[in-house]
C-alpha cells in the first residue's frame, strides 16, 4: 500500500482525521480517500471546519480536507502544509500546490460548488431569466477578482448541465457514503 503523502508518518497506523461534522463535504471527501487509498483514517467529526482547522494547528489530528478559502489564512501561518488541491487544475492563490493528479491520486477529486435552485414547476422563463443574471454576474472583473483571491474558478453551467452534476454527484457520494458505513440522521 502505498501511503498518502499528508501520513507517511503515520504509514501503517490508524490516522485521525477530522471534518467539519458528519456528513459534511470535508468527510466524504476523507471517506473518498478511505476508499480509494485503502488506508484507515479515524472520523473525528467537529462542530465546524474552523474548529477542525485548530485542531489540526495544535497537533491533535493528522490531516483535515478544508476548502480553499477557509484554507488560505491557516496555510499562509506556515503552520500547516497544503498537500494537494482536489480539483483538475492549479488554484491560482495556492500556484505550487499540486493537484491530486500530480500527486499522484488522479481518482480523488472533490470540488465543492454552489449552485441556484427554484422550486419544481417553475416556469422555463423564470429559470433562464436567473441563469442569464447569474452569466451576467460572473462576467463582473471585480467579483471575478474577489472569486479568484478566495481561490474560487467559478463555473456556469446551464440548468441541464447542474442537473447532470447533481445526479452524477448523487450517484458517487451513494457509493462512498455506503462504502463507508454512514447512515441517514
Same mark, same amino acid.
Given at each position: ?8 508518518? =503515520? ?8 471534518? /467539519? ?15 480509494? &487509498?485503502?488506508?484507515?483514517? *479515524?472520523?473525528? +467529526? $467537529?462542530?465546524?471546519?474552523?474548529? %477542525?482547522?485548530?485542531?489540526?494547528? /495544535? ?6 480536507? @478544508?476548502? *480553499? %478559502? ?39 477529486? #472533490?470540488?465543492?460548488? $454552489?449552485?441556484?435552485? =427554484?422550486? %419544481? ?7 433562464l431569466h436567473l441563469y442569464r443574471e447569474a452569466e451576467k454576474a ?11 483571491? %478566495?481561490? #474560487?474558478?467559478?463555473?456556469? /453551467?446551464? +440548468?441541464? &448541465?447542474?442537473?447532470?452534476? *447533481? ?5 458517487r457520494f451513494t457509493k462512498v457514503a455506503a462504502s463507508a458505513g @454512514?447512515?441517514?440522521?
Amino acid at each position: 500500500m502505498r501511503p498518502v503523502p499528508a501520513l507517511a508518518r =503515520v504509514a501503517g497506523l490508524d490516522a485521525r482525521s477530522n471534518t /467539519g461534522g458528519a456528513g459534511t463535504t470535508n468527510h466524504l471527501a476523507n471517506e473518498l480517500l478511505k476508499s480509494l &487509498e485503502k488506508i484507515n483514517l *479515524v472520523h473525528v +467529526p $467537529y462542530k465546524g471546519a474552523t474548529l %477542525a482547522a485548530q485542531s489540526l494547528m /495544535g497537533g491533535e489530528i493528522d490531516e483535515v480536507i @478544508l476548502a *480553499v %478559502a477557509p484554507a488560505l489564512p491557516i496555510i499562509q501561518t506556515g503552520r500547516v502544509r497544503a498537500i494537494a488541491v482536489l480539483s483538475d487544475k492549479r488554484v491560482k492563490t495556492l500556484p505550487d500546490v499540486p493537484t491530486s493528479t500530480e500527486a499522484g491520486y488522479p481518482n480523488f477529486k #472533490m470540488s465543492i460548488w $454552489y449552485a441556484m435552485f =427554484v422550486p %419544481a414547476g417553475t416556469p422555463r422563463e423564470i429559470i433562464l431569466h436567473l441563469y442569464r443574471e447569474a452569466e451576467k454576474a460572473l462576467k463582473d472583473p471585480e467579483l471575478l477578482q474577489r472569486m479568484s483571491n %478566495a481561490g #474560487m474558478d467559478p463555473w456556469l /453551467g446551464t +440548468p441541464e &448541465e447542474l442537473g447532470n452534476l *447533481v445526479r452524477s454527484e448523487i450517484v458517487r457520494f451513494t457509493k462512498v457514503a455506503a462504502s463507508a458505513g @454512514l447512515q441517514k440522521e
